[in-house]
């Protein structure tokens, strides 16, 4: 990646408080860009919901802030704006969209990463034994949330004729994951994202999936009772990719003068990475994840 090829972009990073939506904030940032950083956790305010998960990997609280990633961002050498955002609150959604108009005047790039499932441990098992409230946080605060987040974008990208809205999901050649509300859930994001696609072509907006593979999240690192320094002791996660990886994709995509032409289909990570040159933090090529037969 060539620090500053993204100079003078705007872009909403939603849910990037951890994971890969703090992986793909730092990145843009790394390539000059303006990212709103997006969230519910602050340092005044951790968010809630998260309260038997932590205790199951013995924390008191979840780790990161809004204003964590964007002081980085900053220090990367892009400018961090940190937006406190329930994306499951439609109110809060607008609000995030016209601070984003009334201070920088446009939006060329939005990635729609927050959901709500973040906060339970998923497991693969038949689809009668997980509870419900699975459903809620892949659904109501997830599929809703890009959704939303991208209801209020698009106008700012149509008036201009201009811009690329980014789906994380998960995807391999649609292969069955082994939990059926999370794989309908990453199908949907993925429909979505095509969908999109076809409204938005005549206004010379893209629309497109991006799928990274398993990545070394905090909460990854956490339950391997690890972190970044010591990961490759774990050989379980010898085939984990950082969430830096998903975020050079997006600044690939980002920095592609002619990314239209990939609008309406999904990517793996590693494919991009093969096409455009790209590495991980520790300079390896992964190739995209798959899901064993």
């Given amino acids: 990646m060539v620090q500053g090829s993204l100079e003078g972009m705007v872009a909403v990073v939603t ?4 994971g890969a939506g703090r992986g793909i904030a730092l990145e843009l940032g790394s390539a000059g860009a303006t990212v709103y950083v997006t969230g519910r956790s602050t340092r005044r305010t951790p968010a809630p919901g998260y ?4 205790e199951q990997l013995d924390l008191e609280q979840a780790p990161g802030t809004i204003e964590d990633t964007a002081e980085e961002v900053g220090a990367r050498g892009g400018r961090g704006i940190p937006v406190q955002c329930d994306h499951t609150n439609e109110e809060d959604v607008a609000a995030l969209f016209r601070q984003v108009e009334n201070e920088s005047g446009t939006l060329d790039l939005l990635v729609n990463n927050a959901w709500g499932a973040h906060s339970r441990q998923i497991e693969n098992a038949p689809f009668w034994e997980p509870p419900m409230e699975h459903w809620d946080g892949m659904f109501h605060a997830g599929v809703r949330n890009h959704i939303l987040a991208s209801r209020y974008a698009a106008p700012l990208m149509i008036r201009r004729k201009k811009g690329l809205i980014i789906t994380v999901t998960f995807w391999d050649r649609d292969r069955y994951t082994g939990n059926l509300f999370y794989d309908l859930a990453k199908s949907a994001m993925t429909r979505l994202s095509s969908d999109m696609a076809k ?7 893209s629309s497109i999936a991006v799928s990274p593979g398993w990545m070394r999240t905090e909460f990854v ?6 972190d970044e320094a010591r990961w490759r002791d774990i050989p379980a996660l010898e085939s984990t ?6 975020g050079r994709a997006v600044v690939a995509l ?11 289909r999904v990517f793996r990570v590693g494919d991009l990475a093969q096409e455009y040159g790209f590495t991980d933090i520790d300079g390896r090529s992964i190739p995209p994840f798959e899901i064993p037969e």
């Fill in 221 to 226: 690192l956490r339950t391997f009772r690890t």
């Fill in 15 to 18: 849910g990037a408080t951890r």
């Fill in 199 to 205: 409204d938005l072509h005549d206004y010379n907006v």
């Fill in 51 to 54: 309260e038997k998960f932590l």
């Fill in 254 to 264: 980002a920095g592609d003068s002619d990314v239209f032409r990939k609008s309406g």
């Fill in 241 to 246: 990719e950082s969430p830096h990886y998903v």
